[in-house]
C-alpha cells in the first residue's frame, strides 16, 4: 500500500515537472501541431487582410469573428517548439528558435498582444479600426519569420 502511494506520488510530481514538449509523442507530432495552429491562424488572418486592403468588402460581424479565432490560435503554436523539435518533420524553424529562445519567447508574447488587440480592434467594427491593428499585427508576423522561420 506505501509503495502504491510513493508511486502515484512519483508519477504525480512527475506530471507536474512534465515540460509542455511531452505532451507530443514525437517531434513530428509537434511539428505538425504548431504548423496546423500556423496555417488556422494565417487563414482567418488573411480573411483579416483582404478586408483590411480592400480585396473583399468590409463586413465587421466577420472581422470580428476571424480576429477572435486569430488570437485564441496566437496562443498555441508556442508549447510545440519543445527541445527536440528543431528536426524530425518537415520543419522551416530555423536554430535560433531554441539558440536564443528568450528572443523568440519574447516575439511569441508580441504576437499574442497583437492578436489581443487585434481582435479588440475589430469588435470596434470600423474598417478604419481593424486596418490600423491589421498593420500592425502583420509586422509581428514578418518580424519574427525574419528571424526564426527559414525562407
Ligand atoms: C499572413 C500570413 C503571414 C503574415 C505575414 C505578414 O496572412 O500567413 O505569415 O500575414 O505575411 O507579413
Known amino acids: 500500500m506505501k509503495a502504491i ?33 500556423m496555417t488556422v491562424m ?19 460581424r466577420q472581422a470580428a469573428g476571424n480576429a477572435v479565432i486569430v488570437e485564441s490560435l496566437s496562443k498555441l503554436p508556442w508549447a510545440a517548439f519543445g527541445e527536440g523539435t528543431d528536426k524530425g518533420g518537415n520543419t522551416k524553424a530555423l536554430p535560433d528558435v531554441w ?3 528568450a528572443k523568440f519567447k519574447e516575439s ?15 469588435k470596434v467594427g470600423t474598417l478604419d479600426s481593424l486596418k490600423v491593428a ?3 499585427a502583420a509586422n509581428t508576423c514578418k518580424g519574427c519569420h525574419d528571424n526564426f522561420r527559414a525562407k
Open 42 to 60: 494565417g487563414t482567418h488572418f488573411a480573411r483579416l487582410g483582404a478586408m483590411a486592403n480592400g480585396k473583399t468588402a468590409f463586413d465587421a
Open 99 to 101: 539558440k536564443d529562445s
Open 108 to 122: 511569441a508574447d508580441k504576437l499574442v498582444a497583437e492578436a489581443t488587440k487585434l481582435s479588440a480592434a475589430a
Open 5 to 37: 502511494a510513493a508511486f502515484v506520488l512519483a508519477a504525480s510530481v512527475a506530471a507536474l515537472v512534465t515540460p509542455a514538449v511531452a505532451q507530443f509523442a514525437k517531434p513530428e507530432d509537434a511539428i505538425k501541431y504548431r504548423q496546423s495552429a
Open 134 to 136: 491589421f498593420g500592425s
